[in-house]
């Protein structure tokens, strides 16, 4: 039905079941990997001719708008369609996509048409999309389209609720998960510390809202969309949609940023699609700011409980890192708190366990580095904490608290830098000058203090697929349904065929983003690169073979580069090779690896802040992070991956918070002048390091995820900065001036 252009060839299939300790990449000639190279997609993006998901013009499109309720629970009585139908360009009111996209987002099962009678669980649930000729004629039709509520009894405060919650079923991280006896490590310890840390809701708020074209032809849909996994997002459409997933595509080959937010299908992906198939043409619904906030995904709010107890020398006994979060009744997805907890230190009595609050607000779900970015508040500013109490150095407690082995299974780290990333940073940040004592150093009106936090994030790897077509004129096409969402990958896995190939990175075109192609997981979770990458690491493993075999060398004797295959004393250049073109595939497959090591990337965060001793503004004068996840494919991406983490550290210390109405369940901050992500202003020069690390258990190429290491840890750095610089332990999220007088 959609032509393949991909994945006829042989394919290189590897199951990760054993360590992989050779790679290409240490022994490829090209010169490419790791380095700094410029984006490969830059000059698209500067020139405005990256075509992202609202920018599609096709024949005798629809434009839609989208509809939020206006009430936080209740029911639509009535959807008065005929009340706008004559306003001028309106096409149609399309309601019935609600019983569809519960069906993909919350399990349900897909019920007949309603009209729009329908249950209403939050505030801005999306509820109808108007259609018009144009953008500006769907919205003024959508803004008076007449909805009648029955409203109901809401639950949408916190507090309120907060001795309602009941443990979900496990997730990527257990919700329940004990050893030994924390309560009697408590009673016993010489040392402890019991204290509760609170974060808000956030949201990712990512540049491009979301946005989705639907075009039909026939029983098949074409997706152009704004989403971070295509592969499963097209399959969780068709499911919701009740077709076959072969007649679902999705082309994503530019997204403005997801953080999260994009990993599953959103409202207007769906409307769009229900309401092109109505319509018999296609249909663009992009969704407002304020929509984007309402009705994608939020990060739940947490209040955890943290205890720690140590022996005389800081030694600790005991970890218990216990969660309350918020979610919609029935939601299955929880906000995984501890997740980096079961990794980060040593400890033999442990309780990391997690309860669910129903509340009646949007939906909650992945943000950059779930888990981690609200569960290292916690950790590590409890961890400062302690070493006050102990009179030690924060990063001697870290260190003598660094396991060998996972603390709670029996088996070895693949690889663990944690000490030796915070040695360095230490060196490199000058933490020799900090003095222990809180609100002893003091230039004016301002108290300078220093803090440091550990960075941690497990690594996955995810099946993911990817070709290589070489032509006979030496050019060569990379494809895999993987996408870039502003993360390099379009620059990292060229610079992977690259390297192995020796074809020059000009001459290797990019094809990302579309389904059509082989299927990858995508960009969630860390994973992306690494797995996606070791899918075109296979594929060009591949070809490299089959370039060999025409040679008529062993494939030990060949050396490719610049675009030439070199052996046997023979120079030929690699497209007279591949006859009239040759095609591969790659593809990896997780395996008992994951099992038999504990995978994760580890590095650490150091912060200076100012404190104003008359406003409480907080000023982040610098931050330093040592990162070390393997192998770095490219010097600069990943540095730009960490910078955003950072950034996105200093939002969560000091300013994000996602506020919504108690009575009503409406967020009241749902743009980006209210919602106060961290601007230039307030990011100063940040210093990002790596630690030279392979890890030969993660996967062929050594590398390990790096995408939401650079957020974890980064909070609590500048938390435990400002308790050093005023002496004030907030621990309610984010540190506004008002905390601090
Ligand atoms: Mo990430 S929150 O898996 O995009």
Redesign the pocket.
Known sequence: MFEKIFGAGDTNSLTMNKPHPDSLLDTGVQGVISRPIDRVDGPLKVSGTATYAAEYQLDGLAHGVLVGSTVGKGRIVSVDADAVLGMPGVIDVVTDFDTFLRNAQQGGETTAPTQGVRDVDYFGEIVAIVLAESFEEARAAAYALPIEYEKKEGQYAFQAHRTEGETPPDSVTPAKFTQGDIDQAMRDAAVTVDVTYVTPSQNSAAMEPHASIAVWNDDALTLYGAY?MPTSDAQQLAKSLGVSDKKVRIIARYIGG???SK?GIAPESVAAAVAAKKLGRPVKAVMARGQVFDATVRRSNTEQHMRLATDRNGRLTAIGHDSLTSNLPGEDYFEPVGIGTHLAYAGENRSITHQLVPLNLTLSG?????GEAVGMIGLECAMDELAEKLGMDPIELRRINDPAVDPEKDVPFSSRALTQSLDKGAELFGWNKRNAMPGQRREGEWLIGMGVASAVRGNQLQQSAAGIEIRPDGTATVASAMTDIGTGSYTILAQIASEILGIPLDKITMKLGDTIDPPAAG????WGAASAGSAVYLAAEQARKKLAAAMGVEEAELTLKDGYAIGDNRQVPIGELVGSGIEVTGEIKPGSQEKQTTQASFGCHFAEVGVNAVTGEVRVRRMLGVFAAGRVLNAKTARSQCLGGMTFGIGAALTEDLIHDQRTGKLVNRDLAEYHLPVNADVPQLEVHFIDERDIHANPIHAKGIG?LGISGAAPAVVNAIYNACGVRVRDMPITCDKLL
């Not at 992945?366 to 779930?370: E, G, K, V």
């Not at 960009?523 to 860390?526: K, L």
């Open positions: 971070q997801g953080f999260g990993l992945s943000m950059r580095a779930p960009s969630g979770g860390s939401e």
